[in-house]
């Protein structure tokens, strides 16, 4: 997924000829993660984290070839839908979390989510650092610039569904509904959502991490995808944009066992608005940045920083909230609303900075991360009988 979020935007922008287009990259591949969430959810809901998983991943593979061929053929459409379908690698990352938290004891989920979010730390670091050998390797072997790296992450998703579906046995998700004396409470897809907003109707806990997860994701996504258009635009490398943007990926998920900690330790609410400061600062360092690459690396590194507090305090949040029977379904109908939020924040992303300036969109999230942390701490009246 490294790879692709490094190259993408750059590779769109250079065959479109369009900064506004570019933006479609990160929407493409936030709207796979969005149209996949639900269908992942329903497999692990009807055959376990397993069955989930495959299916992600699956998607993935699929996309990185497609994206790799319209490469080649000069094609930016088709490489946005190449890039759909990888964001099932997205689906299944976000997935993969919560089958850390399906046999945890309370009190201890946000610590054993955060340890798979660790778990990218280093792929996710070195995914965009390895984008330069990859296009050579790929060049040398007759590939189209900048096709070699898709490959590379196609061969990476091959690894992952060979361990997902050998090795991960016992299904976390089958298991716990076993002692639990459970069974799912999905279906079709119309089921899957009526029951996860009937949830969360009598749950308001669960809706505020709802909405924290989609509020963090949007600010990530939305400055993340442009950065690498901007530092193309100033005349930075590709060395350059890989090393800024695998910092970033380091925020998101080289701490995050100790959010996970001081999730459980403190609370997760406390921790939501950490995140929300931090994305905040993000919003401020990005916006006054101009052409300073030191302080745009600085943005990037607190933005990953607020993410991870935001969706490790949210999801345990979500998780710990509703009966393990409709799990599944907030799980599936939260990573759905916050890829969502987060496609539609990249298309309003790339407009500002093609039109406005990629200060205007650190302004721009810096207002939308201020609202939702009034709304989060403000207390509510109760209800009039």
């Given at each position: 997924?490294?790879?692709?979020?490094?190259?993408?935007?750059?590779?769109?922008?250079?065959?479109?000829?369009?900064?506004?287009?570019?933006?479609?990259?990160?929407?493409?591949?936030?709207?796979?993660?969005?149209?996949?969430?639900?269908?992942?959810?329903?497999?692990?809901?009807?055959?376990?984290?397993?069955?989930?998983?495959?299916?992600?991943?699956?998607?993935?593979?699929?996309?990185?070839?497609?994206?790799?061929?319209?490469?080649?053929?000069?094609?930016?459409?088709?490489?946005?839908?190449?890039?759909?379908?990888?964001?099932?690698?997205?689906?299944?990352?976000?997935?993969?979390?919560?089958?850390?938290?399906?046999?945890?004891?309370?009190?201890?989920?946000?610590?054993?989510?955060?340890?798979?979010?660790?778990?990218?730390?280093?792929?996710?670091?070195?995914?965009?650092?390895?984008?330069?050998?990859?296009?050579?390797?790929?060049?040398?072997?007759?590939?189209?610039?900048?096709?070699?790296?898709?490959?590379?992450?196609?061969?990476?998703?091959?690894?992952?569904?060979?361990?997902?579906?050998?090795?991960?046995?016992?299904?976390?998700?089958?298991?716990?509904?076993?002692?639990?004396?459970?069974?799912?409470?999905?279906?079709?897809?119309?089921?899957?959502?009526?029951?996860?907003?009937?949830?969360?109707?009598?749950?308001?806990?669960?809706?505020?991490?709802?909405?924290?997860?989609?509020?963090?994701?949007?600010?990530?996504?939305?400055?993340?995808?442009?950065?690498?258009?901007?530092?193309?635009?100033?005349?930075?490398?590709?060395?350059?944009?890989?090393?800024?943007?695998?910092?970033?990926?380091?925020?998101?998920?080289?701490?995050?066992?100790?959010?996970?900690?001081?999730a459980d330790r403190v609370g997760k609410v406390p921790v939501l608005v950490l995140g929300m400061a931090l994305l905040l600062g993000a919003a401020a360092s990005s916006g006054t940045a101009g052409h300073r690459v030191w302080q745009v690396t600085v943005a990037l590194v607190l933005l990953g920083l607020g993410w991870s507090c935001g969706l490790v305090a949210g999801s345990a949040l979500v998780t710990e909230s509703v009966p393990i029977d409709r799990r599944p379904a907030v799980q599936g109908l939260s990573d759905l609303l916050m890829n969502v939020c987060g496609a539609t924040?990249?298309?309003?992303?790339?407009?500002?900075?093609?039109?406005?300036?990629?200060?205007?969109?650190?302004?721009?999230?810096?207002?939308?991360?201020?609202?939702?942390?009034?709304?989060?701490?403000?207390?509510?009246?109760?209800?009039?009988?």
């Amino acid at each position: 997924m490294a790879v692709g979020i490094a190259l993408s935007s750059v590779v769109v922008d250079e065959l479109s000829g369009s900064t506004v287009i570019s933006g479609f990259a990160g929407t493409a591949t936030t709207l796979g993660a969005a149209l996949l969430a639900l269908p992942t959810a329903r497999a692990a809901g009807r055959g376990g984290r397993r069955a989930g998983l495959t299916l992600a991943y699956a998607a993935a593979l699929a996309g990185c070839v497609i994206s790799a061929t319209a490469i080649g053929l000069r094609s930016w459409p088709l490489l946005l839908v190449g890039l759909v379908l990888v964001g099932g690698g997205s689906a299944g990352n976000l997935a993969a979390r919560y089958s850390a938290t399906d046999l945890s004891p309370r009190g201890r989920s946000a610590r054993h989510l955060s340890l798979v979010v660790w778990a990218a730390t280093v792929g996710s670091v070195a995914g965009p650092n390895l984008a330069e050998p990859a296009d050579r390797i790929g060049m040398r072997l007759g590939l189209a610039a900048k096709a070699g790296p898709f490959l590379f992450s196609a061969l990476a998703f091959t690894l992952a569904l060979v361990i997902i579906f050998g090795l991960l046995r016992p299904d976390p998700l089958k298991l716990a509904r076993e002692l639990d004396g459970t069974r799912d409470a999905g279906g079709a897809r119309t089921r899957t959502i009526r029951a996860a907003w009937e949830t969360l109707r009598t749950t308001p806990m669960a809706l505020r991490a709802l909405v924290m997860i989609a509020v963090s994701h949007t600010a990530m996504v939305s400055i993340m995808s442009m950065t690498p258009v901007k530092l193309h635009h100033d005349g930075s490398n590709l060395e350059v944009i890989g090393l800024v943007i695998s910092l970033h990926i380091a925020g998101m998920y080289m701490l995050s066992p100790v959010v996970g900690w001081l999730a459980d330790r403190v609370g997760k609410v406390p921790v939501l608005v950490l995140g929300m400061a931090l994305l905040l600062g993000a919003a401020a360092s990005s916006g006054t940045a101009g052409h300073r690459v030191w302080q745009v690396t600085v943005a990037l590194v607190l933005l990953g920083l607020g993410w991870s507090c935001g969706l490790v305090a949210g999801s345990a949040l979500v998780t710990e909230s509703v009966p393990i029977d409709r799990r599944p379904a907030v799980q599936g109908l939260s990573d759905l609303l916050m890829n969502v939020c987060g496609a539609t924040g990249t298309i309003v992303a790339g407009a500002i900075v093609g039109v406005l300036s990629y200060g205007a969109l650190g302004l721009g999230v810096g207002v939308m991360v201020t609202v939702a942390t009034l709304w989060l701490v403000v207390p509510r009246r109760p209800a009039t009988p």
